[in-house]
């Protein structure tokens, strides 16, 4: 089961792209990953913290950005239609 506090640093990496950047860096160390979590005032077990790894393997930082809200998903205008 998640703890409440997984779910607020979920919601925090999906608000701040900085914050996501310090996580992705650091390359899937489980270690680390407690510690960055500790150091910015969350408190995630070790479970948690692998999730987390996972699900930023599964994603690219363009599909990243994009479940943050950082990018566009609309297609291009058709040719010829000045847009």
Known sequence: MRSAEFGRLVSDLQ????????FH????DVE?????????GY??????AEELIQSFAELSDDELDRAAGGAWNDPPPPPGTGG
């Open 15 to 22: 608000a701040d792209v900085k914050l996501r950047e310090e």
């Open 25 to 28: 860096r650091l390359g899937g």
């Open 32 to 40: 680390a990953t407690m510690r960055l979590a500790a150091a910015k």
């Open 43 to 48: 408190r995630l077990m070790r479970q948690e």
